[in-house]
């Protein structure tokens, strides 16, 4: 039972053009989501978070959307640079399991100089 | 400030054999959570750790199994090794009741 699901295996932009990443999940119960970036032998490293009282959340080049009624969440890059190509994982908590994670498959997203 | 540290970063073991993997947290954290990833799979949660005691567990077998010491360091054991333990086992700490955790590099096992 995948809770947490990022459809797109892959995703390659250009550089300077936005990444759109997207997750969706089946939990109500979740109410805290997190987006973590991992390079190659590197552990994932967190990115922004958005709690399910907001909508968005902004972080410099980083927004996170929260859509409760479609249970959709959306990750933008903007502009998109070439460091930022990496594995991107959606995960998402509820208030009872605090930091204990539930994580989406990832998205490799490549940006193309 | 060193953040996660895991060790070994690479082992390979003998299908039935056991092993233990360290993780050091984050300077400060008190909660250790260890995670399974698969190759081409999200980070599967095992189990964490506060106060020395195992608080929530994920749909994990017995073989696996955890320790917490005292200075908050963690060992993950996992017992009669099978070919499908072969993954990425990532340790990752925090404040307990902070949903943010910050990752160490892993620990390679390859099961033969």
């Known amino acids: 039972d995948q809770q947490v699901k990022q459809n797109s295996p892959s995703l390659s932009v250009q550089e300077g053009r936005i990444s759109i990443l997207n997750c969706d999940y089946t939990?109500?119960?979740?109410?805290?989501f997190l987006w973590y970036k991992k390079y190659p032998a590197e552990g994932p490293t967190f990115l922004i978070s958005?709690?399910?009282?907001?909508d968005k959340n902004e972080d410099g080049r980083f927004t996170v959307f929260l859509n409760k009624s479609a249970k959709h969440l959306s990750l933008h890059i903007v502009p998109s640079q070439p460091g930022d190509s990496a594995v991107y994982f959606c995960a998402a908590s509820d208030e009872t399991s605090g930091s204990r994670l539930t994580f989406g498959e990832g998205t490799q997203l490549t940006v193309n100089p | 400030d060193a953040g996660v540290t895991q060790s070994p970063t690479h082992l390979i073991k003998t299908r039935g054999q056991q092993v233990t993997l360290r993780c050091s947290p984050k300077?400060?954290?008190?909660?250790v959570s260890w995670y399974q990833q698969a190759l081409g799979q999200g980070p599967q949660f095992i189990f964490q750790?506060?106060?020395?005691?195992?608080?929530q567990r994920g749909n994990f077998p017995d073989r696996f199994s955890g320790h917490q010491f005292p200075n908050y360091s963690s060992e993950l054991n996992v017992n009669a090794l099978l070919l499908g333990d072969s993954a990425l086992y990532l340790c990752a700490s925090s404040f307990q009741g902070v949903t943010e955790a910050f990752f160490g590099q892993g620990t390679r096992l390859t099961v033969v």
């Open positions: 300077s400060g954290h008190d909660t």
């Open positions: 958005i709690s399910s009282i907001k």
């Open positions: 750790y506060y106060e020395e005691e195992e608080r």
């Open positions: 939990n109500s119960m979740f109410d805290y």
